[in-house]
């Protein structure tokens, strides 16, 4: 029995060693096909690492965006700069609280905004959050945070991509990477935001295009809440005033979920400047998307300008009035 | 019927239904020790037994014997009560 | 509490330090934490089916020591059918109520006859048809002598719930685990780490092929009328091999976990696709399942037809397979998989070789052209019967196999993607089999005795672990809706 418990203890330190061993291995030199468990897509397909690097220089924005693709693919810096605003967009494809959290821990201070513009919809609510974690791992520091984050999830991926990521920036192997600023139909905006080609929703792709089940209810993951709380504390505590938007998205989607009262009634409880965009816009499902729930840039422009100026939102159109003479 | 007869035919039904000639059977005799004896032509060793000797087992019997022995009790019972 | 999830984890190791180290003293005490154990380990699955598992232990139990205290036959064979009744009684009820009312109102429809008998709404309790074979096979080798009752209803329970073989099996015979139960276990070294490499030699077929083949022919049986044949050729290829990595790695782990705790169970899984013929795959899948069957009712029926020659044996293996068959579920698709292996051993009975052994490739390295082929054969047929095995109906069964065999079948397949691309998994495949094929007289795909050195054996426990983490199926989200 001895032998075998000492044998069993001798052989955990080994096989860690040898699986971190194997997995750089496998990073480095494995074919994309046998990696399924380690996903490190530095950059990503939505300019993660040029985001980072640019938050990490900007200092003292008047707004700030959070929130997941409805964010970084809905606040454009250009129009709200033609207003006079500095903005910077720290949207992130399926950003969930959970990496928002991380987000606001490690760049909050110096970005320093006025006003936070928060972009809740219910579904990352609903997401376990793996995808986004990968995202934020292969483009972003490891640290503690990282490691917390991993735990939470408790997912392969994430721990896989957590340690192969660690090792990359141990070694600075990542030290050359220029990410390309146009890929495909996208290109990246400086201040975070992703301008899409512009194209159209065709109701025809829509209906094909199907909504899995558990995107249809209001069902939060409880470590999501927990994150969400942790977010609304961290801004309190910087005494930072916040609105919260829901973007909006067509018909088709809005109406997919059946507990957007239960959502708005959530977010209410939570503050007094929360506007859901779906009630006020009437936007066209074809002309100003370009997806079933992605704004073109013609709905971007019609979207960010009521956000602005339009009469319904004129009370947080007073707060920013506010916090930008604050700051003239 | 003699014990030693009753072994002796029986030797020659396995010989005949086994196909081999070189069955040699004793009382502590098992399946595992001649060749070609499974569950399946121990049926049709059963079968030529019961015509043979004109008798009829029970399926109990039939998977009760452990040994050629024991088979050869059971044969020379039946025909002595029959 | 699957074998695979953390949960298991942390109750096998809290269960194998209180097992080794507080209830150690005697057979009493370690038995009490098997039955504890094991209990819990149900509970977790579904605590309300707990009742019936002790109830059945209970009445078996007693029914067991009555049979062999009882010297009248009449009176023994009567406790015997009490015992039977309860045992088929509960699994009729439980599994196959619905499916006889259905059939039964079905056939009547079908002459226009309506008959509305209320089908009822239960669930069929978690290993139910394990531990129901395992109890009657206690009470048959009482009554017939084979064996004698235990007294002590610690032991019979724990037998009847010994949680390692509870959800699905080995179903070991009452003779090969009662009396390790009886005796007080001794760890032992060689045992135990045999039985750790078993465990990740489970682990890494279920979870690296076996899951990994899941995510490309869900999808292909479920859509089987948008591929080609080829294709479905091939989803039936990965759905043998599929069936195959997923049952015998959770018998391996059922195993290894077993032997942990020092109790040597019933095997289950004999490389089959290494068979040369059907009646030598049936001695080597499932073996806990075919040994039952063969000893409780092939040969019996075998016995009751001998009259009939071959043709008795015939009968008596196409009912034994159609019991084997409905054995899985109420469904006639698994009637028809267990009529379709029963006819597979017709030839093999006119020519008188369904009993005939021999060991492939002898002590050579690669197998005779001809027992290639033999191999190749009894894969394709046991691939065709998992077709019927997987479809949801009959009806879908009939038009896989006649969308198989239309003209698409000579065209380049177009496998769906997985988790894994189709020919990274074919690399995986092929290398448990090469493993296994190399390891084909041993207890299970990886025992390394012949590596020496123990760093380079460790090394390669870590590199199946480290597969294990890189190919594993996970639980997050599909990354697939939000990509914009």
């Known amino acids: 029995m001895k032998k075998f418990l000492a044998n069993v203890l001798l052989f955990i330190p080994f096989l860690l060693t040898s699986y971190f061993i194997f997995l750089i291995a496998w990073g480095s030199f494995a074919p994309g096909h046998l990696r399924k468990n380690l996903i490190y897509g530095i950059g990503g397909y939505a300019n993660m690492y040029s985001r980072i690097c640019e938050a990490k220089k900007m200092h003292n924005v008047d707004i700030l965006f959070l929130g997941a693709s409805h964010t970084y693919r809905g606040f454009d810096p250009r129009i709200f700069k033609a207003y006079g605003y500095n903005t910077f967009n720290l949207g992130s494809p399926n950003q969930t609280p959970l990496q928002t959290e991380i987000l606001l821990e490690r760049y909050l201070s110096n970005l320093n905004p006025k006003l936070i513009i928060y972009e809740v919809h219910p579904w990352p609510f609903l997401l376990d959050g793996v995808e986004s974690a990968l995202d934020l791992l292969a483009n972003d520091k490891i640290d503690m945070s990282s490691v917390k984050m991993a735990l939470t999830l408790n997912n392969v991926k994430a721990y896989n991509t957590l340690i192969y990521s660690w090792y990359r920036q141990l070694f600075d192997l990542d030290n050359g990477f220029k990410e390309e600023m146009k890929k495909e139909d996208d290109t990246y905006i400086s201040g975070g935001y992703v301008e899409k080609k512009l194209s159209f929703n065709s109701p025809e792709a829509e209906k094909k295009e199907e909504i899995p089940v558990t995107l249809a209810h209001w069902k939060p993951k409880a470590y999501q809440l927990i994150a969400f709380e942790r977010i609304l504390k961290i801004i309190k505590d910087k005494n930072i005033e916040m609105v919260f938007v829901q973007a909006p998205v067509t018909k088709m989607v809005f109406n997919v979920f059946d507990g957007n009262d239960k959502f708005d009634a959530f977010i209410s409880s939570k503050t007094d400047h929360y506007i859901n965009f779906n009630y006020l816009m009437k936007l066209d499902d074809s002309l100003d998307f370009f997806d079933s729930h992605h704004l073109n840039q013609q709905g971007v422009r019609v979207f960010n300008e009521a956000l602005l100026k339009g009469k319904e939102t004129q009370l947080h159109n007073k707060v920013l009035m506010t916090h930008a003479s604050f700051k003239k | 019927m003699e014990r030693v007869v009753i072994l002796s035919q029986v030797q020659d039904i396995f010989k005949d239904i086994l196909d081999d000639e070189e069955v040699i059977l004793t009382d502590k005799t098992q399946a595992p020790d001649v060749k070609g004896w499974d569950s399946l032509t121990h049926i049709q060793l059963v079968v030529g037994i019961e015509r043979h000797f004109k008798i009829r087992f029970t399926s109990r019997e039939i998977q009760s014997w452990n040994n050629v022995g024991e088979m050869v009790d059971t044969i020379q019972n039946r025909i002595q009560n029959s | ?484």
Not at chain 3, 10 to 25: H, M, N, P, R
Not at chain 3, 124 to 142: E, H, M, Q, R
Not at chain 3, 206 to 229: E, L, P, R
Not at chain 3, 235 to 242: E, M, N, R
Request: with cysteine; proline share 2%; hydrophobic share 50%.
């Open chain 3, 1 to 484: 509490m699957l074998f695979t999830s953390n949960e298991f984890l942390i109750f096998f190791t809290a269960f194998f330090l209180l097992y080794w180290f507080v209830c150690d003293k005697n057979v009493k005490h370690q038995n009490i934490l098997v039955l504890l154990g094991s209990y819990l380990f149900y509970a977790w699955w579904d605590w309300r089916f707990l009742s019936i598992l002790i109830t059945t232990s209970i009445v078996n139990f007693i029914l067991g020591i009555y049979i062999e205290k009882t010297t009248v036959p009449k009176s023994r064979k009567l406790l015997l059918w009490i015992g039977l009744l309860q045992g088929v009684g509960c699994l009729l009820l439980f599994k196959y109520f619905n499916f006889f009312v259905e059939s039964f109102s079905n056939f009547f429809s079908f002459f226009h006859f309506n008959i509305h008998i209320q089908t009822i709404n239960i669930i069929i309790p978690l290993g139910l048809s394990y531990y129901t074979f395992k109890s009657i096979s206690y009470l048959l080798d009482i009554e017939k002598g084979k064996i004698k009752a235990t007294a002590e209803w610690m032991v019979f329970c724990s037998y009847i719930a010994f949680f390692p073989a509870l959800l699905a099996g080995p179903i070991d015979k009452a003779r090969t685990l009662i009396p390790q139960l009886e005796q007080k276990r001794v760890f032992d070294y060689n045992l135990a780490t045999d039985g750790l490499r078993q465990i990740l030699w489970g682990v890494f077929k279920k979870v690296v092929i076996a899951d990994n083949c899941a995510s490309i022919t869900n999808h292909i049986f479920d859509n089987y009328q948008h591929f080609s044949g080829s294709t479905l050729l091939i989803g039936a290829f990965l759905y043998t091999i599929q069936m195959y990595a997923d049952f015998s790695g959770y018998s391996d782990m059922a195993i290894g976990f077993s032997r942990l705790i020092g109790f040597n169970i019933t095997r289950n899984f004999d490389f089959p696709f290494f068979s040369q013929n059907i009646a030598e795959f049936w001695r080597k899948w499932h073996i806990s399942l075919t040994s039952w069957l063969t000893e409780y009712v092939f040969t019996p029926l075998s016995i009751a037809f001998r009259d009939l020659g071959k043709l008795g044996l015939i009968f008596a293996i196409i009912i034994n397979f159609t019991i084997c068959g409905i054995w899985h579920g109420a469904n006639w698709t698994y009637v028809l998989f267990g009529l379709m292996h029963g006819c597979y051993f017709i030839p093999l009975i006119l020519t008188g070789k369904m009993n005939k052994r021999s060991k492939i490739a002898g002590n050579k390295m690669l197998p005779s052209f001809s027992e290639a082929a033999r191999m190749l054969a009894t894969f394709v047929l046991v691939m065709f019967t998992f077709i019927v095995f997987r479809a949801e109906n009959i009806t879908q069964a009939f038009n896989y196999y006649q969308r198989l065999f239309s003209i698409s079948l000579i065209s380049i397949p177009a496998v769906p993607k997985g988790y894994l691309t189709f020919r990274t998994l074919l690399l995986f495949i092929g290398s448990m089999l090469l493993i296994e094929w190399l390891n084909r007289e041993k207890e299970h795909g990886l025992q390394l005795g012949v590596i020496k050195g123990r760093i380079f054996r460790w090394s390669v426990y870590a590199f199946i672990f480290f597969l294990i983490g890189m190919l594993m199926e996970t639980s997050e989200t599909p990354f697939i809706y939000f990509k914009f």
